[in-house]
């Protein structure tokens, strides 16, 4: 059973990583292709949290809570499933901590300069109120 939940989170850990680095693809291709949604408040502040979290939590040396939690549920043993021995793979590299702490604050950097680029609409927006142009020339103001 302990298995099955560490191959849970395992997954969850890896829709984390999708959204984040998705996110901000997504993002930059629908500055570019003009796609109004990914000026969504609510979707750009939940990526902004997403990697702000991811950032912060490597500059202060303390070790992601779904990597802890899944390496408490599989204990010593590697009785993972032939799916989860590749996520895993994917999203584990054997690099230096400094390596992921640079890489997590210039992906966080970028994020934050995506909304000078490509400000997100305000939530509080009303209906029916004229839309901004996508023009990133015209964000500058």
């Not at 099955?4 to 291709?29: E, K, Y």
């Not at 989860?84 to 994020?111: D, G, K, Q, S």
């Amino acid at each position: 059973m302990n298995a099955l939940l560490a191959d849970l989170v395992l997954i969850v850990h890896f829709a984390f990583v999708l959204f984040v680095v998705g996110g901000l693809a997504l993002i930059l291709i629908g500055a570019a292709a003009g796609w109004q949604w990914v000026r969504n408040f609510w979707f750009r502040i939940a990526h902004l949290a997403a990697i702000a979290f991811v950032a912060a939590e490597s500059l202060v040396g303390v070790w992601c809570p779904l990597t802890v939690w899944e390496d408490a549920l599989r204990g010593t043993g590697s009785d993972m499933s032939f799916i989860a021995r590749w996520v895993r793979a994917m999203l584990f590299w054997n690099l230096p901590e400094w390596v992921f702490t640079v890489a997590y604050c210039a992906f966080a950097l970028a994020t934050v300069a995506t909304w000078w680029w490509m400000r997100p609409e305000r939530a509080h927006k009303q209906q029916g109120a004229p839309q901004r142009p996508l023009s990133s020339a015209s964000d500058s103001s």
